[in-house]
C-alpha cells in the first residue's frame, strides 16, 4: 500500500488541543526528578533527547540497534546497539545496571503491540516494588495514525492496545496513561511478584489483541486506555501510593 502523506503538522496541532499542558518529555523531566532513580533503562533511544533527561548519579543504560544521538548523555550511561530481543537474551541487565532491580523504564521502540509487550514482559522480569515503567504512544489521535501498519508521517501505532491488555490480565498492577502530548505517556508501578506465565501467555495475547481495533471518538479513546489528565501533582501522588511504606 503506498503510504499516505498527511501533514504532520495537523496532527501536533490537534493534539496539543486533545490534550493541553506539558509534552511527554516535560513528563519524562518529572518522573526522573520525582523517581530519582539509581537506575534508568530505555528502550528506542534514538537521537538521545529523552535519554539525555537521566541526570547524576542515575545509571543510564540505553537499548537501540541504530543510534543517532544528537543530545549528549548527562550521566553515567551505555548504549547498546541492540534490538531489545538481543539485548535481554544476550545480556545480563543486572550487571548493566549495577542494581538487581530497574527503578525506572522507557519503552519507546518499536510503535508495535507485540514487540512492546516483550519488551515489557523483558523489564518486568527487573522489577521491584518501586520500580515504575512509562510507555510512548498510548494515547493516539485516530485510527489512522494508531494503526500497527504506517500510513502517516505522525504515527503512533498500535502500542495502546498495551494498556488495555495489561488492564484486562494484570490487575495487580496500577496502568493508566497521562494525557501528555503528542501521543500521551502510559505508567504502570505497583509491582510485586513477576508474572510467571507470560511464555504460555503471550502466543495469545498477540492473536487475541493483533486485531482489536481503536474507534476515532476521542472520549471513547481516552477511556479505552484509561487516560487521565495532564495534572502532575495527581500522577505523583497516584504513582507514590503504589509505594511500599
Request: proline fraction near 8%; charged fraction near 25%.
Amino acid at each position: 500500500m503506498q503510504k499516505q502523506i498527511v501533514d504532520p503538522h495537523g496532527y501536533i496541532e490537534l493534539a496539543s488541543r486533545l490534550m493541553p499542558g506539558e509534552d511527554y518529555l516535560h513528563t519524562l523531566r518529572r518522573l526522573h526528578e520525582f523517581l530519582k532513580p539509581a537506575n534508568y533503562l530505555e528502550i528506542g533511544v534514538n537521537t538521545g533527547k529523552s535519554f539525555a533527561l537521566a541526570s547524576p548519579p542515575t545509571i543510564a543504560i540505553g537499548i537501540d540497534p541504530e543510534p543517532n544521538l544528537r543530545w549528549p548523555p548527562r550521566t553515567k550511561y551505555a548504549i547498546h546497539k541492540l534490538t531489545s530481543d538481543e539485548y535481554f537474551l544476550n545480556r545480563d541487565c543486572r550487571k548493566d545496571i549495577e542494581s538487581s532491580t530497574i527503578d525506572f523504564a522507557f519503552i519507546d521502540g518499536l510503535h508495535v503491540f507485540e514487540q512492546a509487550l516483550r519488551d515489557f514482559i523483558n523489564i518486568e522480569k527487573f522489577a521491584g516494588p518501586r520500580t515504575v515503567v512509562a510507555i510512548h504512544d498510548c494515547l493516539p489521535i485516530d485510527s489512522i495514525s494508531a494503526s500497527p501498519v504506517r500510513s502517516t508521517v505522525f504515527w503512533s501505532g498500535d502500542v495502546w492496545k498495551i494498556v488495555i491488555c495489561l488492564r484486562e490480565t494484570r490487575p495487580d498492577l496500577d496502568v493508566f496513561t497521562i494525557a501528555s502530548p503528542p501521543t500521551g505517556l502510559a505508567i504502570v508501578a505497583g509491582f510485586g511478584e513477576p508474572h510467571s506465565g507470560w511464555a504460555e501467555d503471550f502466543p495469545a495475547l498477540a492473536e487475541r489483541f493483533r486485531n482489536v481495533e481503536l474507534g476515532d471518538d476521542h472520549d471513547s479513546i481516552r477511556e479505552s486506555v484509561a487516560a487521565v489528565p495532564n495534572h502532575w501533582l495527581d500522577v505523583a501522588d497516584r504513582i507514590r501510593s503504589r509505594f511500599p511504606g
